[in-house]
């Protein structure tokens, strides 16, 4: 079926194919709590005949995320705990978050901002908001990097990227600006000459940090698009999300982090899902997790290693959780597994 216009509501789903069997009552009470978007490039990635189609399960509202669980906060990884002013968040120092906006093409249904971000969410900055970010990032001077996220920064037209970019080049002491953004996936096609002239017109280091969770969404069309930004100078990084249902297997995995280093994009984080409301049956065990990350090593290069990493809820930052293969079994003496498992004194014994 070819879809011509985004989805944005239930209607437009059951339109397009993707509702069969679903309750669309229930479906409509997810839809007027959590946004709903598809691009026309994501509705034609979808197997309609695969009632598990792990694309589907990704974008496709779940009568399942109106159960909530009582570890679950609107806010899971506490940015306004540490929110200074509107549209910054600084939880490290020398880095702060610029969410200029909360709209996205495609609203994932175990986002961890789904409180936040859609029609019904925090929009974007007004011109005094975005005047008072910019005021914080340059009041100070410990702060290298800039991560424009939101929402996604590339919803925005290359004209507001491009003033947000000069804007960023007259501080000095910002040294990087990093986007977090899933458009070339589910828009391939916004990433054009305008849009990277944008990207690059502060004359900072750029970073482009894509979200992708499924092998199949790294298409020819998603490839040729971060194949124009990597040829442009742009460095890029990937961010997955280990769900159940969509990447939870380890050739799953392994296939998705091969395509990332295939189009140029180095494997950067693997997050273990958020406690976001609704989004229970999203999540694995973290001993599930370390098991697949576990899996991957000796599976495949180095090259396409991400880091297994936890938002520690309550906005205590990032831990990394992949289970360690040391442990000390005597004093200076440590036990070291190797991919397959087995296990080696070090430093060895004659």
């Known amino acids: 079926m070819n879809v011509i216009r985004p989805i944005k509501s239930v209607d437009d789903l059951d339109k397009a194919g993707l509702l069969e069997g ?43 995320e109106l159960v909530l669980t009582p570890e679950e906060r609107a806010d899971p990884i506490g940015d306004h705990a540490h929110s200074p002013v509107e549209g910054i968040v600084h939880r490290y120092p020398d880095r702060v978050l610029l969410k200029a906006v909360h709209v996205c093409p495609v609203y994932c249904r175990f986002c961890f901002r789904r409180e936040m971000v859609g029609p019904q969410g925090l929009g974007t900055l007004d011109a005094d908001s975005l005047d008072g970010a910019l005021d914080y990032i340059r009041a100070h001077t410990e702060i290298w990097e800039v991560i424009l996220t939101g929402g996604d920064p590339l919803i925005l037209s290359p004209r507001r990227l491009e003033e947000i970019m000069l804007r960023l080049a007259a501080i000095d ?11 070339p996936v589910v828009d391939p096609q916004k990433i ?38 990597v040829d442009a100078g742009i460095v890029m990084l990937s961010q997955s999300v280990l769900l159940k249902g969509v990447n939870d297997d380890v050739d799953v995995l392994a296939a998705l982090m091969r395509a990332f280093v295939e189009a140029r994009i180095k494997p950067y984080y693997l997050h273990h899902p958020d406690l976001a409301p609704g989004t229970s049956h999203f999540r694995l065990t973290i001993a599930e997790g370390q098991a697949l990350v576990a899996s991957l090593r000796g599976r495949i290069s180095g090259l396409c290693q991400p880091a297994y990493i936890l938002d520690i809820p309550g906005g205590h930052g990032k831990a990394v959780i992949g289970e360690s293969a040391v442990r000390e079994v005597a004093e200076g003496c440590y036990s070291v597994s190797d991919y397959r498992g087995a296990e080696h004194i070090y430093p060895p014994h004659e």
């Open 192 to 229: 054009d000459t305008a849009l990277i002239a944008a990207l690059k017109a502060s004359g900072k280091s750029v970073y482009v940090a894509l979200h992708a969770n499924h092998p199949r969404e790294l298409t020819d069309e998603a490839r040729s698009a971060c194949g124009r930004l």
């Open 22 to 64: 679903r309750d669309v009552a229930a479906l409509e009470a997810v839809a007027s709590r959590y946004a709903v978007a598809l691009t026309p490039t994501v509705s034609k990635l979808i197997d309609r005949a695969d009632p598990e189609d792990p694309i589907a399960r990704q974008f496709v509202p779940d009568a399942a």
């Open 173 to 183: 002491h910002v040294k990087i600006v990093r986007f977090h953004t899933r458009v």
